[in-house]
């Protein structure tokens, strides 16, 4: 009787230890609820400076006004005299000899966005943001010009060589106009009433839409290290008819879309979780173009969807120029108390402005850079470390294989495919292991999910599909109620799945965006997209 109640006992046991352990989960059997979605549109930003005036003391010596010098440095503007109105600087006609007043309002960002309000503009008065070298001989102005339009204008050498009218019109006083800076090229907007407008850009890429090409890196290259360090963002006026300006500023932006949304996790892919409790993710912070876009980080709480802006990053390949790129993994590598990573190379490196070789580069840091404006050290992966060329990494180290895993969207068969790789060590070189799928592939993303390693990803047309793991087999797709582009196919997102510990409302989350180009963009550029925020638990709720 004895025996029989041990092992009633022990079966008892064993069945509550089954109970409580993990069930095995295929990622097909994960309902996804759609919780939330946002685009931010040059909102949620991070402060870099601001002309506020109805809190200036001094005019002269915060935001002193700059004459045209002959050398790179500052000359001070003694005939300048500000008029500070009801929290407003008024600027009026004047007879003075100058051509114009210049006041400085913070230093250059080569990836920040900078806003004048322009509350009043009457007679032929001119008001723009001047991003200039101290000395004012080169500059890159965006001017709003009363009953002309909007016009982008190139000095060099204190001459005028370029101009450019992106419209005719000018929205009713007062408004915002803004210029966000993509390094060396840049895109023209003005907000009204709380809505932005597009009104171009410059574009010095062969994709573009535009019949023609143009930067001015060739006079002021802001990505330059050296130069920036000599620059100013300015208000400009024209010292005709009156203007009113009601304030200016810079700031690092999310843009006028999101996208590429891919986890900061550790070297092994565990999602990399702050005392807060907050999740990370890099994304894209979209300009206008292939190239324009840059890499951004933010977090959110995964129980609600409180998404936070938190930094940008550049890139420093040790020629002198802090570069952009995007689709970026990063993750902390325990072992080596290093923040590292792989990034795409669409800002061109070793001072080609071009993709070059595996389009792919190896980041690395000491500094965690997560939050603020971060330089990472940065090396292109050659030809011969991985051979032609790809998109949208995702690395981690396979304990199990003791390999490096790299699952890439690679150039192959004439289309964008899913590829796998492995390495000895985290920076290559690798070798091929699972040859292109022939099936277009975007955002690919490895994740464990379960006790098994999944590879995610979109396509063209499709949903977001499953693949195992490390051999891309094909097992289906994600189930999400209201996925992006609802009800059309999901089609060429990215499906960044993240598990959850315990206490969570939901297992698992899913962060995705969608494709819709800003309005007035025309293809083939690409300014998407908004966020999607999934929650799902297993199938039968029991977890």
């Not at 250059?108 to 509350?119: E, K």
């Not at 050296?226 to 008819?241: A, D, E, P, Q, R």
């Not at 993994?329 to 108390?337: E, G, I, P, Q, S």
């Not at 993240?498 to 969608?514: A, C, K, Q, S």
Request: glycine share 8%.
């Amino acid at each position: 009787m004895k025996y029989i109640l041990l092992i009633v006992t022990l079966l008892q046991i064993q069945s509550i230890a089954a109970q409580q352990q993990q069930p095995d989960i295929n990622p097909l059997d994960l309902e996804f609820h759609r919780l939330a979605v946002r685009r931010f549109i040059f909102s949620n930003n991070l402060p870099l400076t601001e002309f506020k005036p109805s809190e200036i003391v001094a005019f002269g010596s915060m935001h002193p006004p700059f004459a045209v010098n002959t050398t790179a440095s500052a000359l001070p503007d003694t005939t300048f005299k500000p008029t500070l109105k009801s929290g407003k600087l008024l600027l009026e006609a004047s007879t003075s000899a100058m051509k114009e007043a210049c006041f400085y309002v913070g230093a250059v960002n080569p990836y920040a966005t900078y806003d004048v309000d322009i509350d009043e503009l009457t007679d032929g008065a001119e008001v723009g943001i001047d991003l200039a070298r101290l000395g004012l001989r080169e500059r890159v102005q965006v001017m709003a010009a009363e009953g002309k339009g909007l016009y982008f204008r190139l000095w060099e050498d204190a001459k005028q060589i370029t101009e450019r009218r992106f419209t005719d019109i000018l929205p009713d006083c007062p408004f915002k106009l803004r210029v966000q800076l993509y390094g060396r090229t840049l895109g023209v907007f003005t907000e009204k009433e709380g809505v932005t407008t597009y009104h171009g850009h410059l574009d010095d890429h062969p994709y573009s839409a535009k019949t023609d090409t143009f930067h001015f890196g060739n006079v002021l290259d802001f990505r330059n290290i050296t130069l920036n360090s000599h620059c100013t963002f300015n208000v400009v006026y024209n010292l005709k008819g009156q203007a009113v300006i009601g304030g200016a500023r810079s700031y690092l932006s999310a843009g006028i879309g999101q996208a590429d949304i891919r986890l900061i996790s550790y070297e092994d892919l565990t999602p990399y979780i702050s005392d807060d409790g907050r999740l990370w993710f890099t994304f894209t912070m979209r300009g206008i173009g292939i190239r324009q876009p840059s890499q951004g980080v933010l977090s959110l709480d995964p129980s609600v969807f409180d998404v936070r802006f938190e930094g940008a990053i550049a890139f420093d390949f040790g020629d002198g120029l802090l570069r952009n790129a995007v689709a970026s993994h990063l993750f902390y590598d325990r072992n080596a108390k290093e923040w590292r990573g792989i990034s795409c190379d669409f800002g061109g490196s070793k001072n080609r402005d071009g993709r070059s070789e595996s389009n792919l580069f190896t980041i690395r840091s000491a500094k965690d850079p997560r939050r603020g404006f971060s330089i990472m050290q940065a090396e292109l992966i050659t030809n011969d470390r991985l051979i032609e060329s790809h998109e949208d990494p995702c690395l981690f180290y396979d304990g199990d294989a003791r390999k490096w895993r790299l699952l890439t969207s690679g150039f192959a068969h004439g289309g964008i495919e899913a590829r796998m790789f492995e390495a000895d060590t985290w920076d290559g070189k690798y070798t091929e292991i699972t040859p292109a799928i022939k099936r277009n592939s975007t955002g690919t993303v490895i994740q464990k999910i379960g006790d098994a390693y999944y590879c995610l990803m979109g396509g063209a047309g499709e949903n977001l599909r499953v693949h195992s793991y490390p051999d891309l087999t094909f097992l289906g797709y994600l189930n999400l109620d209201l996925q992006p582009h609802w009800p059309q196919p999901a089609a060429r997102i990215w499906a960044q799945v993240v598990p959850l510990p315990e206490g969570y409302p939901y297992r698992y989350i899913l962060l995705t965006m969608d494709r819709p180009n800003f309005p007035g963009v025309k293809n083939n550029t690409w300014s998407y997209g908004a966020l999607y925020f999934y929650g799902a638990n297993f199938l039968n709720n029991n977890n």
